[in-house]
């Protein structure tokens, strides 16, 4: 007697289709879904807002070392230290996250306009100083430039990490690098607010020794690090742009106005500062700004840019809050040269009363 075969898998489970059986053929299916490209976008976008976040925190962690520093070295400063040193990492935290998620939802090409906006007025900033300027303008302009370098950052990351193989999993290692810098720099602005005073007078640590030596060459650094940043930052800037543009008559069309546009709030926005600075003259200055970048994407932008303009100016406005401290020190005249200038006049003074008195027995 025969034996019956056995049923094949096709008879058993007639009501499942025979590519789902296939596990091989299993993810060919899932990439196509929209919802999962959008969702990984998504997650792409959040993860370089991070990594711009974590780099701006950064720069204002080193900036307040360097205050911190200046101040305690000048006795004449005490009130400005102790601002310094009252703050909270609750309130930090927060601020970092508001920052993170203002750079995820700001655009790419509305970022790459801020981060070239910036650029332009910087250039226009250092060549107008000249050699013989305080260092007062550059550190001010340091400060102005956290949010443009967060949009310079996801700027540089977008265009490097774009049709990469592996995009997520080389920005979330990014993101752990940034944390780490970002961690240790709020380490070491901690420690120098509650230890510096006490490690240099007793040269005790060797981090605050040399910060006692070396603290002047800080900004030179940070100005090094700041315009590589950018250097990158506009390349991809750039490149972002032009790949909307199909022919070199649409880029003209383009790059023409906001040319112009740029050139002119440059000049506006110079006259502004040097007649009333101040933190009310740089928001009157963001608003300008992001008003005059709204009109010209009203003509050759898209409605998304302009929601992206309105996103920026809540960024400027919450990066200027964070560093209002900071601002009002740069309005210190020559407050980089506080020390010399503290310790200058004291030598004169003990010469000066030594002629009458040799003279006086005569």
Same mark, same amino acid.
């Given at each position: 007697m025969a034996a019956s075969p056995e049923p094949s898998p096709s008879r058993c489970w007639g009501w499942i289709p025979a590519a789902m059986l296939s596990l091989p053929s299993l993810p060919s299916w899932l990439p196509g879904l929209s919802?999962?490209?959008?969702?990984?976008?998504?997650?792409?976008?959040?993860?370089?807002?991070?990594?711009?976040?974590?780099?701006?925190?950064?720069?204002?962690?080193?900036?307040?070392?360097?205050?911190?520093?200046?101040?305690?070295?000048?006795?004449?400063?005490?009130?400005?230290?102790?601002?310094?040193?009252?703050?909270?990492?609750?309130?930090?935290?927060?601020? @970092? =996250?508001?920052? !993170? *998620? %203002?750079?995820?939802?700001?655009? #790419?090409?509305?970022? &790459?306009?801020?981060?070239?906006?910036?650029?332009?007025?910087?250039?226009?900033?250092l060549l107008s100083l000249g050699k013989g300027a305080r260092g007062t303008e550059r550190l001010q302009l340091y400060l102005l430039c956290q949010f443009s370098l967060g949009c310079g950052l996801t700027c540089g990351l977008s265009f490097l990490q774009e049709d990469a193989p592996h995009r997520?999993?080389?920005?979330?290692?990014?993101?752990?690098?940034?944390?780490?810098?970002?961690?240790?720099?709020?380490?070491?602005?901690?420690?120098?607010?509650?230890?510096?005073?006490?490690?240099?007078?007793?040269?005790?640590?060797?981090?605050?020794?040399?910060l006692l030596a070396g603290a002047r060459g800080l900004p030179k650094l940070l100005g090094r690090a700041?315009?590589?940043?950018?250097?990158?930052?506009? @390349? =991809?800037?750039? !490149? *972002? %742009?032009?790949?909307?543009?199909? #022919?070199?008559?649409? &880029?003209?069309?383009?790059?023409?106005?906001?040319?112009?546009?740029?050139?002119?709030?440059?000049?506006?926005?110079?006259?502004?500062?040097?007649l009333s600075p101040g933190l009310q003259s740089q928001v009157q200055t963001v608003l300008v700004r992001m008003g005059g970048l709204f009109v010209l994407l009203l003509t050759v932008g898209r409605w998304l840019d302009l929601l992206g303009v309105l996103v920026s100016l809540l960024g400027e406005l919450w990066c200027l809050m964070g560093v209002r401290t900071l601002l009002d020190l740069c309005q210190i005249q020559d407050f980089p040269s506080q020390r010399l200038s503290v310790s200058a006049p004291s030598q004169p003074q003990l010469s000066a009363p030594a002629q009458p008195q040799g003279t006086a027995p005569s």
């Open positions: 919802s999962l490209e959008w969702g990984s976008s998504l997650l792409d976008s959040l993860l370089q807002g991070l990594i711009g976040a974590f780099g701006v925190s950064v720069l204002n962690s080193l900036l307040k070392v360097y205050f911190f520093v200046s101040c305690a070295n000048n006795p004449e400063r005490r009130l400005e230290k102790e601002r310094l040193r009252a703050r909270w990492a609750l309130l930090e935290t927060a601020h @970092l =996250a508001g920052l !993170a *998620l %203002i750079l995820t939802a700001v655009g #790419t090409r509305v970022a &790459a306009l801020v981060v070239l906006e910036f650029s332009l007025r910087a250039v226009s900033t997520t999993l080389n920005l979330l290692l990014g993101l752990g690098l940034a944390a780490l810098l970002s961690r240790v720099a709020r380490r070491l602005c901690r420690h120098v607010c509650h230890l510096y005073e006490l490690h240099s007078s007793q040269d005790y640590c060797g981090v605050c020794l040399g700041l315009a590589m940043a950018f250097a990158v930052g506009n @390349l =991809a800037a750039v !490149a *972002l %742009i032009n790949r909307d543009f199909l #022919t070199t008559s649409e &880029a003209v069309r383009f790059w023409t106005p906001l040319t112009i546009c740029y050139t002119l709030l440059v000049i506006y926005m110079q006259e502004e500062q040097r």
